[in-house]
């Protein structure tokens, strides 16, 4: 299976910033696309932002402008800027991976366990 990984979230100000990462891993898979969702209690899990291997990449309306995710230097590997946090962006956040495992002929959407960001002065 693969196995996702995020870090980073933590309690900040508003107008402050969170890098958050996340790391792939598992035998002999191939991504095509990775990003990044959020969930606040009693709500629906929420698109951010997501980056495909090759091209460009792609943000919620609510994030544009402020957030930014981009390919780490580590073999699946991504990270997303949170830059003006207010307090409407506290969630939890998700990393997620859309991959396909050795051969096989079709892919299937992975997730991460989360990882807290609070917004609070």
């Known amino acids: 299976q693969v196995h996702l990984v995020e870090s980073g979230g933590g309690l900040v100000q508003p107008g402050g910033s969170l890098r958050l990462s996340c790391a792939a891993s598992?035998?002999?898979?191939?991504?095509?696309?990775m990003g990044w969702y959020r969930q606040s209690p009693g709500k629906q899990r929420d698109f951010v932002a997501s980056?495909?291997?090759?091209?460009?990449?792609n943000y919620a309306d609510s994030v544009k402008g402020r957030f930014t995710i981009a390919k780490g230097n580590a073999k699946n590997t991504v990270y997303l800027q949170m830059n003006s946090l207010q307090p409407e962006d506290t969630a939890v956040y998700y990393c997620?991976?859309?991959?396909?495992?050795?051969?096989?002929?079709?892919?299937?959407?992975?997730w991460g366990q989360g990882t807290q960001v609070t917004v609070s002065s």
């Open positions: 980056i495909p291997s090759i091209g460009s990449p």
């Open positions: 997620n991976a859309n991959a396909r495992e050795g051969t096989g002929p079709g892919t299937r959407w992975y």
């Open positions: 598992g035998s002999d898979i191939s991504i095509n696309v």
